[in-house]
């Protein structure tokens, strides 16, 4: 009983907050809360809010904008693009958003996110070119209270530096990082920083060439071969499963392994584009010698260097990459062909667990693939093959269809060998590794009625060959579904149920065999804009979680955004109050943060969350964000022992200079 009056009283408490573009933020949201658990501090989610945020202070103008401009909004599918541009190309200029009604697949809740990033501009800038900026940002956080930090040989706090230039010529920058426990101008980092990095890129002529230098990152075609950094998995935008072939980027996030350094380039010719590139790279691992040998066994990608062990293993391992992609494009079809070959300067010797039993070993790698993805009719077909060593071979393939006028429908079939292995592989896929995946994908969209959405999807897969985490071959579903209302601009509800039933290891003394887990979520959550100030999100959250025995959990929240008219300042907060029986019946909830800074943080076990954001602009330069955080978990007994509550705080600072 006392739980249900705290679940009702929180309901209607609420504290303020919003530190980035609330649209900005909601995109970020449906991204991140897909990941869940796979997510880390450093997910590179940076290029994605730097490109929204760009738009925001200069919309797109849809009347002008190529291809590449559309894809940098990462709202639409390339089926979208298509559609736009071909309706562009016979009606001409595009003059409101009511005009973008008509255009085939640009549904009213994708018109909704896009309004706050285009303009119907008709008039291109001064001589074509984009004027210069350049964009400093400095972030430091730190929690309390603090671990014992004897063990560590830096201080507690991390550091954040960022610099980017950014003209239609040339954009460059450099980024530093020092993460909780390292040193800081001392010890082994007497330099400075831990973690530090350099991009630029230039465009040598007048056509689309472009040459890359220092720290970048590659994605082709459907992620097989080599896509570095975020890609959207399994989500609540069921339909929207095509990953559109992003080339060649500069790197500027702080994640210290998702990246190439060297040189690349864009070499455009008709209907050509070529992308070769190479890299030496040292990398984080696990390194010893047998016989005057160098091998190692393993990885360190966690980017700390605080105690000796994680220093040992710093920049211990030389990795040479060299590749190329190269794309023919012709009205609306596209053949894509990509090799890497990768090289280690020491041998990699697997552990004798049996999952390794077909992952390859040694010092060298060589993937290739082939992607394809064009229009026949009405229907968008993709996908990708790939071959690697070991005879090695994998298979990802998909159709997105509109069956009706009102309706948006995606299939995905996957075919991946137990031998089959890319370093740099990040594909539409159950499991991270990809690598022993048999898996069939549907994603559904309808709009029934004006202002109702009907969406879900169902994952079948099977794994042939055993996973970290089974003791034998196993097989799953997963699937989503969702009803929204939106009853007004300003009002929407939406109630989603979420399930994931799949094999998983259980060990009893000496024996380790499968057993069926299943996880079944169901979240009801509603929005409203109250005035042109203040806004409200509140969401309950139910988690039932079963394996040997079973756990139930409970998560209620409440946000308010604040952002007066005519003023500088704005702030939005939450109060969330969540009880469960363990971890394994944890929720996740994505929390509005600093400018490219997030937080998803798992709630488990019986207490309170709650943050606060400030943001203030100073001048039309400077601009500072504060977060607040605090987690408290109230006093409980386990198996009869008592414990005491804890309260566990994070603070957050940046300052950002535009100039």
Same mark, same amino acid.
């Given at each position: 009983?006392?739980?249900?009056?705290?679940?009702?009283?929180?309901?209607?408490?609420?504290?303020?907050?919003?530190?980035?573009?609330?649209?900005?933020?909601?995109?970020?949201?449906?991204?991140?809360?897909?990941?869940?658990?796979?997510?880390?501090?450093?997910?590179?989610?940076?290029?994605?809010?730097?490109?929204?945020?760009?738009?925001?202070?200069?919309?797109?103008?849809?009347?002008?904008?190529?291809?590449?401009?559309?894809?940098?909004?990462?709202?639409?599918?390339?089926?979208?693009?298509?559609?736009?541009?071909?309706?562009?190309?016979?009606?001409?200029?595009?003059?409101?958003?009511?005009?973008?009604?008509?255009?085939?697949?640009?549904?009213?809740?994708?018109?909704?996110?896009?309004?706050?990033?285009?303009?119907?501009?008709?008039?291109?800038?001064?001589?074509?070119?984009?004027?210069?900026?350049?964009?400093?940002?400095?972030?430091?956080?730190?929690?309390?209270?603090?671990?014992?930090?004897?063990?560590?040989?830096?201080?507690?706090?991390?550091?954040?530096?960022?610099?980017?230039?950014?003209?239609?010529?040339?954009?460059?920058?450099?980024?530093?990082?020092?993460?909780?426990?390292?040193?800081?101008?001392?010890?082994?980092?007497?330099?400075?920083?831990?973690?530090?990095?350099?991009?630029?890129?230039?465009?040598?002529?007048?056509?689309?060439?472009?040459?890359?230098?220092?720290?970048?990152?590659?994605?082709?075609?459907?992620?097989?071969?080599?896509?570095?950094?975020?890609?959207?998995?399994?989500?609540?935008?069921?339909?929207?499963?095509?990953?559109?072939?992003?080339?060649?980027?500069?790197?500027?996030?702080?994640?210290?392994?998702?990246?190439?350094?060297?040189?690349?380039?864009?070499?455009?010719?008709?209907?050509?584009?070529?992308?070769?590139?190479?890299?030496?790279?040292?990398?984080?691992?696990?390194?010893?010698?047998?016989?005057?040998?160098?091998?190692?066994?393993?990885?360190?990608?966690?980017?700390?260097?605080?105690?000796?062990?994680?220093?040992?293993?710093?920049?211990?391992?030389?990795?040479?990459?060299?590749?190329?992609?190269?794309?023919?494009?012709?009205?609306?079809?596209?053949?894509?062909?990509?090799?890497?070959?990768?090289?280690?300067?020491?041998?990699?010797?697997?552990?004798?667990?049996?999952?390794?039993?077909?992952?390859?070993?040694?010092?060298?790698?060589?993937?290739?693939?082939?992607?394809?993805?064009?229009?026949?009719?009405?229907?968008?077909?993709?996908?990708?093959?790939?071959?690697?060593?070991?005879?090695?071979?994998?298979?990802?393939?998909?159709?997105?269809?509109?069956?009706?006028?009102?309706?948006?429908?995606?299939?995905?079939?996957?075919?991946?060998?137990?031998?089959?292995?890319?370093?740099?592989?990040?594909?539409?896929?159950?499991?991270?590794?990809?690598?022993?995946?048999?898996?069939?994908?549907?994603?559904?969209?309808?709009?029934?009625?004006?202002?109702?959405?009907?969406?879900?999807?169902?994952?079948?897969?099977?794994?042939?060959?055993?996973?970290?985490?089974?003791?034998?071959?196993?097989?799953?579903?997963?699937?989503?579904? /969702?009803? @929204?209302?939106?009853?007004?601009? !300003?009002? #929407? +509800? *939406?109630?989603?149920?979420?399930? $994931?039933?799949?094999?998983?290891?259980?060990?009893?003394?000496?024996?380790?065999?499968?057993?069926?887990?299943?996880?079944?979520?169901?979240?009801?959550?509603?929005?409203?804009?109250?005035?042109? /100030?203040? @806004?409200?999100?509140?969401?309950? !959250?139910? #988690? +039932? *979680?079963?394996?040997?025995?079973? $756990?139930?959990?409970?998560?209620?929240?409440?946000?308010?955004?604040?952002?007066?008219?005519?003023?500088?300042?704005?702030?939005?907060?939450?109060?969330?109050?969540?009880?469960?029986?363990?971890?394994?019946?944890?929720?996740?909830?994505?929390?509005?943060?600093?400018? *490219?800074?997030?937080?998803?943080?798992?709630?488990?076990?019986?207490?309170?969350?709650?943050?606060?954001?400030?943001?203030?602009?100073?001048?039309?330069?400077?601009?500072?964000?504060?977060?607040?955080?605090?987690?408290?978990?109230?006093?409980?007994?386990?198996?009869?022992?008592?414990?005491?509550?804890?309260?566990?705080?994070?603070?957050?600072?940046?300052?950002?200079?535009?100039?």
């Amino acid at each position: 009983m006392k739980r249900l009056i705290f679940t009702i009283m929180i309901s209607g408490l609420a504290v303020f907050s919003n530190a980035q573009n609330p649209v900005v933020n909601q995109i970020t949201e449906d991204m991140l809360e897909s990941l869940g658990e796979n997510m880390s501090d450093d997910t590179d989610i940076q290029e994605i809010q730097d490109d929204l945020e760009a738009f925001i202070q200069n919309p797109l103008k849809i009347n002008l904008a190529s291809s590449e401009d559309l894809m940098r909004l990462h709202l639409l599918s390339e089926v979208q693009i298509n559609n736009l541009l071909t309706y562009r190309k016979k009606t001409g200029t595009i003059y409101s958003l009511y005009e973008l009604a008509a255009v085939d697949g640009l549904t009213p809740d994708i018109l909704q996110k896009l309004e706050p990033f285009i303009s119907f501009d008709v008039v291109e800038e001064q001589s074509g070119r984009k004027r210069s900026s350049t964009d400093l940002l400095m972030r430091s956080n730190r929690t309390f209270p603090l671990s014992d930090q004897s063990k560590y040989e830096g201080s507690p706090e991390r550091y954040y530096l960022r610099m980017k230039h950014v003209s239609s010529r040339l954009e460059y920058g450099v980024v530093a990082e020092k993460d909780p426990g390292e040193a800081f101008f001392s010890h082994s980092n007497k330099q400075g920083v831990d973690y530090a990095n350099a991009f630029a890129n230039f465009r040598p002529g007048q056509n689309d060439n472009r040459i890359y230098v220092g720290a970048y990152h590659v994605r082709f075609g459907q992620g097989l071969v080599a896509w570095q950094g975020f890609s959207m998995g399994k989500s609540a935008e069921t339909t929207q499963i095509f990953r559109s072939d992003q080339g060649i980027k500069s790197y500027s996030s702080a994640d210290e392994n998702l990246f190439f350094r060297g040189i690349a380039g864009q070499f455009k010719h008709r209907d050509f584009t070529f992308y070769p590139f190479l890299s030496r790279h040292k990398l984080d691992a696990s390194t010893d010698t047998l016989d005057g040998k160098p091998y190692f066994g393993a990885f360190q990608t966690s980017g700390y260097h605080r105690t000796s062990s994680e220093i040992a293993g710093e920049n211990s391992l030389q990795q040479f990459v060299s590749g190329g992609h190269m794309t023919y494009s012709h009205n609306q079809w596209s053949l894509g062909m990509t090799t890497v070959y990768t090289r280690f300067d020491a041998y990699l010797d697997r552990s004798d667990e049996p999952y390794n039993q077909f992952l390859p070993e040694g010092k060298e790698n060589l993937v290739a693939g082939l992607d394809w993805k064009g229009s026949l009719r009405k229907v968008f077909i993709f996908g990708e093959a790939a071959v690697s060593k070991n005879s090695g071979k994998a298979l990802l393939t998909g159709v997105m269809m509109k069956p009706a006028s009102n309706a948006e429908l995606s299939l995905v079939y996957r075919n991946i060998n137990t031998s089959y292995f890319s370093f740099f592989a990040n594909a539409f896929t159950e499991s991270s590794r990809i690598n022993d995946e048999h898996g069939f994908y549907v994603g559904l969209k309808i709009f029934p009625a004006p202002r109702w959405i009907l969406l879900g999807y169902a994952d079948f897969f099977r794994h042939h060959w055993l996973k970290y985490t089974t003791a034998a071959p196993s097989s799953g579903t997963e699937f989503l579904a /969702q009803v @929204s209302y939106s009853p007004s601009r !300003e009002t #929407s +509800f *939406y109630l989603r149920f979420f399930q $994931e039933e799949k094999e998983q290891r259980l060990i009893d003394g000496i024996l380790k065999y499968n057993e069926q887990q299943l996880i079944n979520r169901l979240r009801l959550n509603f929005t409203c804009i109250l005035t042109g /100030q203040i @806004s409200l999100k509140s969401r309950i !959250e139910f #988690s +039932f *979680y079963s394996k040997q025995g079973s $756990e139930n959990g409970t998560l209620v929240c409440q946000d308010v955004a604040y952002k007066p008219l005519q003023k500088s300042f704005a702030m939005n907060g939450r109060l969330a109050y969540f009880y469960t029986d363990g971890y394994n019946s944890r929720l996740y909830a994505y929390e509005n943060d600093l400018l *490219y800074s997030f937080s998803v943080p798992a709630l488990y076990g019986n207490g309170i969350r709650a943050y606060f954001n400030f943001q203030q602009k100073l001048g039309s330069k400077f601009t500072l964000w504060l977060k607040f955080a605090a987690t408290h978990q109230f006093a409980q007994k386990n198996d009869g022992i008592t414990i005491g509550s804890t309260t566990k705080s994070e603070v957050k600072f940046q300052v950002r200079y535009q100039f």
